[in-house]
């Protein structure tokens, strides 16, 4: 079963913020996330693990609410390389990732 | 340099002529995975190997076969590839399953005619 994200896509100007959400309908042990730019291999942002703390890369940020199976993407200060597709991945226990369908953030001038 | 390597980038095939999509990674993963990916679908996982000579089935894996003799080779095999296989295809590789980064290779476009 494949996270659900939201919102599936977004624009942004340049110094706005935004939040990329992800749930799951299944207990987690972990969620990832990664940035896919149009025509290339997604890259890794971070890992979330179950009982770990809030982790943060530059200026975007995550949070990883495990009662409610859910995990958010923050990113701040939006710059124009932040535009790309962002892709969640859950893991329920010991278990392989499974990615969810993506959004698509635009960042504009 | 670390990395995971795809061959070929892009493929126009016509259905029924078997294809390999090789993988390699220099890396000593453990954890290597095949996925396809289509608009609004995202990512789906289409096999993955623990390790050599372990492999299962991820979540589309019909008309797809592969092999894990090496531990850094993961080759995906179409047998006997239909119009529906045309997708864009990545190898990605792990140290473990569910704790560690993935790291992607560049991608295979292709197209079954």
């Known amino acids: 079963q494949q996270p659900v994200q939201s919102p599936q896509a977004v624009i942004l100007r340049e110094g706005e913020d935004a939040v990329i959400n992800c749930s799951s309908s299944?207990?987690?042990?972990?969620v990832h996330w990664y940035r896919q730019k149009h025509g290339e291999a997604p890259v890794f942002l971070m890992i979330?693990?179950?009982?770990?703390e809030q982790k943060g890369h530059e200026k975007i940020s995550a949070s990883f609410n495990e009662k409610k199976q859910q995990s958010s993407l923050y990113l701040t200060a939006s710059q124009l390389s932040y535009s790309g597709t962002y892709f969640c991945?859950?893991?329920?226990?010991?278990?392989?990732?499974?990615f969810g369908t993506g959004t698509k953030l635009q960042v504009i001038p | 340099e670390a990395q995971v390597t795809q061959n070929p980038r892009y493929l126009i095939t016509v259905t029924g002529k078997k294809l390999t999509v090789t993988c390699s990674q220099n890396?000593?993963?453990?954890?290597m995975s095949w996925y396809r990916q289509d608009p609004g679908l995202g990512l789906r996982q289409i096999y993955y190997?623990?390790?050599?000579?372990?492999?299962d089935k991820g979540d589309v894996p019909e008309g797809y076969k592969v092999s894990r003799k090496e531990k850094r080779n993961f080759p995906l095999i179409l047998e006997s590839p239909s119009p529906n296989q045309t997708s864009l295809y990545f190898c990605?590789?792990?140290?473990?399953?569910?704790?560690?980064?993935?790291?992607f290779g560049p991608g295979t476009r292709l197209t079954v005619l």
């Open positions: 890396m000593n993963h453990e954890y």
């Open positions: 190997s623990m390790n050599v000579e372990v492999t």
């Open positions: 979330l693990l179950k009982g770990g």
């Open positions: 991945g859950t893991v329920p226990g010991y278990q392989k990732v499974t």
């Open positions: 990605a590789s792990s140290l473990w399953q569910d704790t560690d980064t993935q790291y």
């Open positions: 299944k207990a987690l042990y972990s």
